[in-house]
């Protein structure tokens, strides 16, 4: 198995660590922050892999994987002799060129070079590599450790064998990687989160529900769907003739709601100050990682139920 290297091990970079290890790579994790590593993301990535050995869904003692992550004191330690870096440091585009030209400096001239940006294109920041056509963006969703999609998305000088080895590293790693075919800001999945995250925040400013409210509508409604298929199957399954006559019949009111939608909508600092409220009455501040904890056991819990209840279609 190949040398992994994890610059950036925060929230996402120690996730990333737990998939690289479970599939059987050896994982340097880097990061700026003094005891970053050793104190949080070692800790962490052990609890995570607890969890998911609890679920059946290690196939080794957490013990095996654990050893294979190991902490690194630089950038160049940690991608000496890496076959594929994942960088994920703060999302600002100056950190990103700093970090990904000492990564360039040090790793292999054939390591693949992949970036966690949510949003930024990598055309923005990877361009002035030596050899930019080994970059490009793997942005997973988080914890990537739990979540298998993964948007592959090159830039303008991305090689077609750098995205197709990314892909296949990822598909080996049992993630679910998506390649987008033009590089666009946000690439597939935070541009459709925004924008309904942007109609809640429209909805609720506005004062036609609570933000309880538009939770409840994703999680006891859409994404009850959702989780199984997409909302294009939905349509598709939601009138007997399928997709042409769903749109047939309400095609008119589809494009009449959006067009309505406010995905503009200039919500206040007040406004949020005010949902944080809401939510931290339920959820204080410092009961997160229990709920976070809460949270990963049935994202565990439904991946256990697709796997038992499998797509026929494949
Ligand atoms: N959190 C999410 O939901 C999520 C999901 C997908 C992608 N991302 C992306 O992943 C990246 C990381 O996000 P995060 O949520 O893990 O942030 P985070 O703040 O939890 O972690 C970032 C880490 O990078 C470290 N760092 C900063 N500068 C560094 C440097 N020069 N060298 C090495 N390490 C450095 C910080 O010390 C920190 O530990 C961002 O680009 C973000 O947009 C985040």
């Not at 962490?44 to 095996?64: C, F, H, I, K, N």
């Not at 100056?94 to 970090?99: G, I, L, N």
């Not at 303008?156 to 666009?184: F, H, S």
């Not at 949902?275 to 990963?296: F, K, S, T, Y």
Request: aromatic fraction near 6%; include cysteine; charge should be negative.
């Amino acid at each position: 198995m190949s040398k992994i290297a994890c610059v950036g091990a925060g929230t996402v970079g120690r996730a990333w660590g737990v998939v690289f290890a479970r599939a059987g790579h050896e994982v340097m994790l880097y990061d700026a922050l003094p005891g970053e590593v050793t104190e949080r993301a070692l800790p962490l990535a052990r609890q995570t892999l607890e969890l998911m050995a609890q679920s059946g869904m290690l196939d080794e003692p957490v013990e095996t994987v654990f050893a294979r992550l190991r902490p690194a004191g630089s950038i160049a330690e940690a991608v000496h002799g890496a076959a594929y870096v994942q960088e994920s440091v703060r999302e600002d585009l100056t950190v990103k060129r700093q970090v990904f030209a000492e990564i360039a400096a040090a790793a292999p001239a054939d390591a693949i070079l992949a970036s966690s940006t949510s949003a930024l294109p990598g055309s923005d920041f990877l361009g002035e590599l030596l050899d930019p056509g080994r970059a490009l963006v793997v942005h997973p969703v988080n914890p990537p450790s739990l979540i298998p999609l993964v948007e592959l998305c090159g830039t303008r000088w991305t090689r077609r064998e750098t995205i197709e080895a990314a892909r296949q590293m990822m598909l080996d790693a049992g993630m679910r990687p998506i390649v987008l075919r033009k590089e666009i800001e946000g690439f597939i999945l935070n541009r459709l989160q925004f924008t309904l995250v942007a109609e809640a925040l429209h909805l609720v400013g506005e004062g036609y529900c609570t933000a309880e409210d538009i939770d409840a509508v994703l999680t006891d409604g859409l994404a009850l769907r959702w989780a199984s298929i997409g909302p294009f199957e939905v349509a598709h399954l939601n009138a007997p003739d399928g997709l042409q006559g769903f749109v047939d019949r309400l095609g008119p009111m589809m494009k009449r709601l959006g067009a309505l939608s406010r995905p503009d909508y200039d919500w206040t600092a007040e406004q949020i100050a005010e949902a944080h409220a809401g939510l931290a009455a339920r959820i204080p501040v410092a009961d997160i990682a229990d709920r976070q904890a809460w949270r990963d056991q049935r994202i565990l819990a439904l991946r256990r139920l697709k796997r038992d209840v499998p797509d026929p279609q494949g």
